[in-house]
C-alpha cells in the first residue's frame, strides 16, 4: 500500500521555467514532510522540509506548499537549471516513530 | 569529516547464496536504516535500528536481517539471495533525539544472478 502517491513520474522544463512535483498522503499521523534530491549515482540528500503547522516554506528558488486539509504537498523550483536535472522525492514520517515513507519518485529534466 | 560508507559498491551473485551489505557510520548516529531502491517504487524501508543491540522490520523485511553490536555499523544480510532482491540498497542515518534528517550512503548496487 503506497501511503505517499508522487507525481508525475517525469517532467521536462525549460531552463527558467517552474518545475511543480505534488505529493499526497493518506495517513494523518505524518507531521514531517522532507523533499530529497538525488542525483546518478548518488544517494538521496535532503533539499527542504516542512511541518503541517505552517502552509509554506521556502529556501531559495526551492518552496515546499502544504495543504493539512487536502492532505497534498508540492515542491516549486523557481528558474530551473540544468543543474537540478536530477530525481526528486517526496516523504512522510509520522510524529510517533522516526521512519520515513518516500514517493515513488519524479525524474526532472531541465533543458538549456 | 563525518560520513557513512558502504561496501561493496557493486556486487554481483547467485540465487541461493548469503550476501552482506556493509554499512559504516562515522556520525555517531543513534538511528541506522535500511533502504531498497527500484524504479517506480522509490525507497521502500527494509530494517531499521534506533541504538546498539535494537532493530526492527521494515515495509520490505522478508529475506533480510540486520544486527546492531555497535553505534557505527549495520550491516544488511540476504539470507538466501533471491532474484527479486536485484536492486540498489542504500544505507541511511539520523541523529535522533527529535531531529529527523536522514543522511544517505552512496548505495550498493547488487545483482542476483
Known amino acids: 500500500q503506497q501511503q505517499v502517491k508522487q507525481s508525475p513520474q517525469s517532467l521536462i522544463v525549460q531552463k527558467g521555467g517552474i518545475s511543480i512535483i505534488n505529493c499526497a498522503y493518506e495517513?494523518?499521523?505524518?507531521?514531517?514532510f522532507p523533499w530529497y534530491q538525488q542525483f546518478p549515482g548518488k544517494g538521496p540528500a535532503l533539499l527542504i522540509a516542512i511541518r503541517p503547522d505552517v502552509s509554506e516554506k521556502k529556501e531559495g528558488r526551492f518552496t515546499i506548499s502544504f495543504n493539512k486539509s487536502a492532505k497534498q504537498f508540492s515542491l516549486h523550483i523557481m528558474d530551473s537549471q540544468p543543474g537540478d536535472s536530477a530525481t526528486y522525492f517526496c516523504?512522510?514520517?509520522?510524529?510517533?516513530?522516526?521512519?520515513?515513507?518516500f514517493g515513488s519518485g519524479t525524474q526532472l529534466t531541465v533543458l538549456p | 569529516d563525518a560520513e557513512i560508507t558502504q561496501s561493496p559498491r557493486h556486487k554481483i551473485t547467485e540465487t541461493g547464496r548469503q550476501v552482506t551489505l556493509a554499512c559504516h557510520q562515522t556520525w555517531n548516529h543513534n538511528n541506522m536504516f535500511w533502504y531498497r531502491q527500484d524504479l517506480g517504487h522509490g525507497l521502500r524501508l527494509i530494517h531499521y535500528s534506533y541504538g546498539v543491540q535494537d532493530t526492527n522490520k521494515g515495509e520490505v523485511s522478508d529475506g533480510y536481517s540486520v544486527s546492531r553490536s555497535n553505534t557505527e555499523d549495520l550491516p544488511l544480510t540476504l539470507e538466501s539471495a533471491a532474484s527479486s532482491q536485484t536492486s540498489v540498497y542504500f544505507c541511511a542515518t539520523s541523529p535522533g533525539g527529535g531531529t529527523d534528517t536522514q543522511y544517505f550512503g552512496p548505495g550498493t548496487r547488487l545483482t542476483v544472478l
Open positions: 516523504a512522510a514520517e509520522p510524529g510517533s516513530a522516526r521512519q520515513l515513507t
Open positions: 495517513n494523518t499521523a505524518f507531521d514531517y
